[in-house]
């Protein structure tokens, strides 16, 4: 937002503050400026002040308020003209090109000379030509046979705005010689406003947060209205189809206003303030809009009154019907939906609520009556609608904050003052106000105890009642058995809650008054809290920690997600089955529609996305899943995706081509995690639609099945664009942290040696591993140490449909050490245990 100093120091004097510490008061109560944009005062002596600084400043002495008094014909081209002009001092022949003072070229003297800001010889200056803001000097010179030496200046070249095409026509209040940085020299400060700011969105928002941060007087405006003719209550009537999304709606008229441009003194704040003149009816509607922070729209009233047939205007705001459009003032015909809120007649839309005009009855060179609305509007519709429609403007930045019902009558008002001002008319002697819903005014109750504890400062509640009536807020000293300050916030805030809330609220404007730099470190006064484990949270970051320190990369993927995307993870045979999701009501796009049902799925699509950057991809990610749930909120248990793909091993100069990943590496992968997390797993084989069948395990605990794993399904690999087979995982996270142990056993190290051996068994095809294990470790005891599977060997030495386990055991005792005799005995035992129950064979 953009706001000229001038114009808030008609609220509150600052003119004797410098510009820069203007800017820092705004800063440190937090109202950041981005820019200070100087547009004739002198520019800061220093540049350690810490804001952005540009513009220009007026000399004193060569610019200056002239007046020409006679517009003549250049003798030797007719785009020119020779202007006598008076300086307050002497008369110039001034040569000049601008195109708004040819209608005067050769009348003479005028009847009323032009007032105009005059640039002399020497004066430096903007280049009115130039791309962008170019400085130029002038300097004497002779132009198609004249001499010329000085200049009559655009608003480009004093740095005011971009317009060039004419010289700047000045009020008639301008004395010709006044140094133009006297007469209107200014300085634009562009600030940020934060959302829970709407309330400055204004010149006089930012004149209160002044004179409350100086102790300044702040002087409100007056707006006495000149009233007469007809009233309008019996000729009108509002109807407010939503109070939710229209809270308050007034209406004003004026009748027999004169259509003219407005006083330069209003175009030139309008375009500081980066808005650009239309009218003196429009205008209107928009320096209010900038002067009080309330959005106005001017309807031209003959127009309703001819829609309405003679019979009265009836004004009603709902919501649009589907299919149904609008032409808005920027020419283009809308189509609405039914969020739309639109400001109609009985005969259709009038206005977009709260963000831009309809053509049909907008005000034109020849109205003469205008209907004036002042309206408040709920903040979230305006701002879903102004960025449905692309369509950011004043009106729609300050609704979609916040403007609160009260500002409706005080800006209605103060528009029509101005149009009466500036284009005559007589205004009507009522207003109609429709105001269903007044919003409730929060009483807050505060302690200097709520002050110490929250600030960290003893601030007398005095000295806090006085910072707070700065801003308007009324403030009550109740004395019971403890001293409480009781704040009533002023009606155009909006941002003060209730309860803690609104405690925390108050405390926020006392500090902001009081200055943050005022606040002095201090330790923390309260007792620290007890300090309570989260069990689930800590395990969870210890499954991370583990993954990644395996070699693993964390990924965190969208919540959201499309049925499409899921169905991803069968083969394109198979029918897809119908699943419930829970679906977004405002998804931000169709593939972010409704909440996952799969991690793996959204896994895999990070993994798609990489899979041609890295010859190398191990990923995981731990996340929650969204199941649907009949008459509550939807159930979110976490999940664990793994991904793997590509080689082994990098290449190397002494390394053959590496092998590429496979099921026995991610199988590693999970006996590494459930090593360390003391869970007793086992691995049955499984068959899952995803998955590549033979080539995919469950995991399980007892009876207990946490999840499967293994290669991809050709199928579902040509459902993605994968280089090499993908191996995956998707484990159910919950399952896993309930079964993690509290506790473990520990066992000392042996002092005494091991024995190692190894023995192959010779066992049917159909035989798992892991009961030859589980059996040999059975059989072992408490002796033996170490089991590890090193070899797998089929072929015709030892029979078809045979296949020979390699074992390398480790034996070792607690208590001594063991000799030949003993290890053979555990060997001897393990083996006929193995042909008893398993028909295995010793192989020799």
């Known amino acids: 937002m953009k706001l000229p100093l001038s114009w808030i120091n008609e609220f509150v004097q600052i003119d004797d503050i410098p510009v820069v510490e203007v800017a820092r008061l705004l800063t440190a109560a937090g109202l950041e400026i981005d820019d200070i944009r100087f547009a004739g005062l002198p520019l800061?002596?220093?540049?350690?002040?810490?804001?952005?600084?540009?513009?220009?400043?007026?000399?004193?002495?060569?610019?200056?308020?002239?007046?020409?008094?006679?517009?003549?014909?250049?003798?030797?081209?007719?785009?020119?003209?020779?202007?006598?002009?008076?300086?307050?001092?002497?008369?110039?022949?001034?040569?000049?090109?601008?195109?708004?003072?040819?209608?005067?070229?050769?009348?003479?003297?005028?009847?009323?000379?032009i007032k105009v800001a005059y640039a002399k010889e020497g004066a430096t200056i903007y280049d009115g030509h130039a791309e962008g803001l170019s400085l130029t000097t002038l300097k004497r010179a002779k132009i198609r046979g004249v001499e010329s030496y000085s200049m009559v200046c655009s608003e480009k070249e004093l740095g005011i705005s971009e317009e060039h095409e004419g010289v700047i026509f000045l009020d008639e209040d301008a004395q010709a010689g006044t140094p133009l940085t006297d007469y209107m020299g200014d300085a634009v400060l562009e600030i940020s406003i934060l959302p829970n700011h709407a309330r400055?969105?204004?010149?006089?928002?930012?004149?209160?947060?002044?004179?409350?941060?100086?102790?300044?007087?702040?002087?409100?405006?007056?707006?006495?209205?000149?009233?007469?003719?007809?009233?309008?209550?019996?000729?009108?009537?509002?109807?407010?189809?939503?109070?939710?999304?229209?809270?308050?709606?007034?209406?004003?008229?004026?009748?027999?206003?004169?259509?003219?441009?407005?006083?330069?003194?209003?175009?030139?704040?309008?375009?500081?303030?980066?808005?650009?003149p239309i009218s003196n009816i429009v205008d209107a509607t928009n320096y209010t809009m900038l002067e009080i922070g309330q959005p106005l729209h001017a309807f031209d009233h003959s127009i309703l009154q001819q829609r309405a047939a003679g019979t009265p205007i009836t004004i009603l705001t709902r919501t649009a019907t589907p299919g149904e459009t609008l032409l808005t003032l920027d020419g283009v015909t809308r189509k609405l939906t039914e969020t739309n809120v639109l400001v109609c007649d009985e005969h259709g839309a009038l206005s977009l609520a709260g963000v831009m005009g309809g053509a049909e009855s907008e005000i034109n060179d020849h109205t003469a009556d205008i209907l004036l609305e002042a309206a408040a509007w709920n903040f979230i519709n305006i701002r879903k609608t102004a960025n449905q429609h692309n369509l950011p403007s004043e009106a729609s930045y300050r609704f979609s904050r916040g403007v609160h019902p009260s500002l409706a009558e005080e800006g209605l008002r103060r528009c029509l003052y101005w149009m009466q001002q500036w284009s005559g008319g007589q205004i009507a002697p009522d207003t109609v106000d429709e105001y269903p819903q007044p919003p409730h005014t929060p009483t807050i109750h505060i302690t200097s105890q709520d002050i110490r504890r929250a600030l960290g400062i003893q601030i007398p509640l005095p000295q806090a009642k006085t910072l707070l009536e700065g801003l308007e807020f009324q403030c009550e000293i109740r004395s019971s058995e403890v001293e409480t300050l009781v704040v009533t916030p002023p009606p155009f805030r909006m941002d003060i809650?209730?309860?803690?809330?609104?405690?925390?609220?108050?405390?926020?404007?006392?500090?902001?008054?009081?200055?943050?730099?005022?606040?002095?470190?201090?330790?923390?006064?309260?007792?620290?809290?007890?300090?309570?484990?989260?069990?689930?949270?800590?395990?969870?970051?210890?499954i991370r920690n583990l993954l990644a320190g395996l070699g693993l990369q964390e990924v965190i993927t969208y919540r959201m997600t499309s049925p499409e995307v899921e169905a991803k993870l069968l083969p394109s045979n198979l029918p897809t089955p119908h699943t419930e999701y829970v679906r977004l009501a405002n998804p931000i796009a169709p593939e972010k529609r409704v909440l996952r049902r799969s991690l793996l799925a959204s896994l895999l699509g990070i993994a798609e996305k990489n899979n041609r950057l890295r010859e190398t991809l191990a990923l995981f990610e731990i996340g929650a899943i969204y199941l649907p749930q009949t008459g509550d909120l939807p159930a979110e248990p976490r999940r664990l995706a793994i991904s793997l793909s590509g080689k082994r091993y990098p290449n190397g100069w002494d390394e053959k081509p590496a092998a590429k990943l496979d099921f026995y590496d991610l199988k590693g992968i999970l006996e590494a995690l459930f090593g360390v997390l003391h869970l007793n797993i086992t691995y049955a084989p499984?068959?899952?639609?995803?998955?590549?069948?033979?080539?995919?395990?469950?995991?399980?605990?007892?009876?207990?099945?946490?999840?499967?794993?293994?290669?991809?399904?050709?199928?579902?690999?040509?459902?993605?664009?994968?280089?090499?087979?993908?191996?995956?995982?998707?484990?159910?996270?919950?399952?896993?942290?309930?079964?993690?142990?509290g506790g473990y056993p520990l066992q000392a190290v042996s002092e005494y040696p091991p024995i190692y051996e190894d023995i192959a068994l010779i066992v049917e095809e159909d035989t798992p591993a892991e009961k030859v294990e589980a059996l040999i470790r059975q059989t072992g005891g408490k002796m033996l140490e170490e089991v590890r599977?090193?070899?797998?060997?089929?072929?015709?030495?030892?029979?078809?449909?045979?296949?020979?386990?390699?074992?390398?055991?480790?034996?070792?005792?607690?208590?001594?050490?063991?000799?030949?005799?003993?290890?053979?005995?555990?060997?001897?035992?393990?083996?006929?245990?193995?042909?008893?129950?398993?028909?295995?064979?010793?192989?020799?």
């Not at 109070?243 to 704040?269: C, D, E, H, K």
Request: aromatic share 6%; with cysteine; hydrophobic share 35%.
């Open 44 to 113: 800061p002596d220093r540049d350690d002040h810490g804001f952005k600084v540009s513009g220009i400043a007026w000399d004193k002495e060569k610019i200056v308020v002239a007046e020409i008094r006679a517009v003549n014909p250049h003798p030797n081209a007719d785009r020119l003209t020779l202007c006598e002009l008076f300086d307050g001092e002497k008369l110039h022949t001034v040569l000049t090109g601008a195109p708004n003072l040819h209608p005067y070229k050769g009348q003479g003297t005028l009847p009323q000379p």
């Open 789 to 844: 599977l090193f070899d797998v060997f089929r072929g015709e030495q030892i029979g078809a449909g045979k296949k020979s386990l390699a074992y390398a055991l480790v034996y070792r005792s607690p208590e001594g050490t063991l000799t030949d005799k003993d290890s053979a005995q555990i060997r001897n035992r393990i083996v006929r245990r193995l042909e008893n129950e398993t028909g295995a064979k010793l192989r020799s």
């Open 200 to 276: 400055n969105t204004s010149v006089m928002g930012i004149a209160r947060e002044l004179a409350a941060l100086t102790g300044r007087q702040m002087k409100k405006p007056q707006s006495p209205l000149q009233t007469g003719g007809e009233a309008i209550g019996g000729r009108l009537h509002i109807r407010i189809g939503d109070p939710a999304l229209n809270s308050r709606f007034m209406a004003g008229l004026i009748r027999g206003v004169t259509m003219r441009p407005s006083p330069y003194w209003v175009q030139r704040r309008l375009r500081l303030c980066g808005m650009r």
């Open 497 to 542: 809650g209730e309860g803690i809330t609104g405690i925390a609220d108050v405390m926020e404007e006392i500090a902001r008054l009081y200055g943050y730099d005022n606040i002095p470190e201090t330790r923390l006064a309260d007792p620290l809290p007890p300090q309570r484990g989260n069990p689930s949270l800590e395990a969870e970051e210890k």
């Open 686 to 741: 499984a068959e899952n639609p995803t998955y590549h069948p033979g080539k995919c395990a469950a995991v399980k605990m007892a009876e207990t099945t946490l999840g499967v794993f293994g290669e991809l399904h050709p199928l579902v690999q040509e459902n993605y664009d994968f280089s090499a087979p993908m191996l995956a995982a998707d484990l159910d996270l919950e399952a896993i942290l309930h079964a993690l142990p």
